[in-house]
T-cell receptor
Framework: GNSVTQMEGPVTLSEEAFLTINCTYT??????LFWYVQYPGEGLQLLLK?????DKGSNKGFEATYRKETTSFHLEKGSVQVSDSAVYFC????????????FGQGTTLQVKP | NAGVTQTPKFQVLKTGQSMTLQCAQD?????MSWYRQDPGMGLRLIHY???????DQGEVPNGYNVSRSTTEDFPLRLLSAAPSQTSVYFC????????????FGPGTRLTVT
């Protein structure tokens, strides 16, 4: 079945540092891929998505490119802020168009001033 | 629009008690899902529904029941609570397209003693 693997956290960075959070997936076919963010005490919200190979999703300075050849969807940001401190989840849409998301384990990011 | 609402926000149960977690959405979304979030495990799908009257099991359905009598509501029932069900529960809804964003509720934190 489909699965998603994220790099282990927590990740601690200084403000304005470069961020990469690795995500790889296994799937039959080419599922849509997502990054969700969870701020402290809140539910998840969509950060960005990509629906086919070579698509780049972007939002709030974050980017991720759907790489079919490496089955990856790494999240990057050039200059993080304290307000980016949150838990980030990579997810793929399961087969069969049922709205079933398959999540990675989540990566906690802490940005220090 | 209120989006996806969940009640209660917090709940403490004793082993063997039953309860229902409520979820409602006002976006006329056909797809609704229940996930549980546990440390280091990301979110795991419990049950999902692709429309009123249609439900199916996800990855971790044991100990939980669902029904979907209306498009708006998707309650999750714990029949006999166990300490292993201590978790944070999220309800989500989306439109029936394979790249649709899922909208998450704020979560219910459940502790079973």
């Amino acid at each position: 079945g489909n699965s998603v693997t994220q790099m282990e956290g927590p990740v601690t960075l200084s403000e304005e540092a470069f961020l990469t959070i690795n995500c790889t997936y296994t799937a039959t076919g080419y599922p849509s891929l997502f990054w969700y963010v969870q701020y402290p005490g809140e539910g998840l919200q969509l950060l960005l998505k990509a629906t086919k190979a070579d698509d780049k999703g972007s939002n709030k300075g974050f980017e991720a490119t759907y790489r079919k050849e490496t089955t990856s969807f790494h999240l990057e940001k050039g200059s993080v802020q304290v307000s980016d401190s949150a838990v980030y989840f990579c997810a793929s849409l399961g087969s069969g168009n049922t709205g079933k998301l398959i999540f990675g384990q989540g990566t906690t990011l802490q940005v220090k001033p | 629009n209120a989006g996806v609402t969940q009640t209660p926000k917090f709940q403490v149960l004793k082993t063997g008690q039953s309860m229902t977690l409520q979820c409602a959405q006002d976006m006329n979304h056909e797809y609704m899902s229940w996930y549980r979030q546990d440390p280091g495990m990301g979110l795991r799908l419990i049950h999902y529904s692709v429309g009123a009257g249609i439900t199916d099991q996800g990855e971790v359905p044991n100990g939980y029941n669902v029904s979907r009598s209306t498009t708006e509501d998707f309650p999750l029932r714990l029949l006999s609570a166990a300490p292993s069900q201590t978790s944070v529960y999220f309800c989500a809804s989306s439109r029936p397209r394979d790249n649709s964003e899922q909208y998450f509720g704020p979560g219910t934190r459940l502790t079973v003693t």
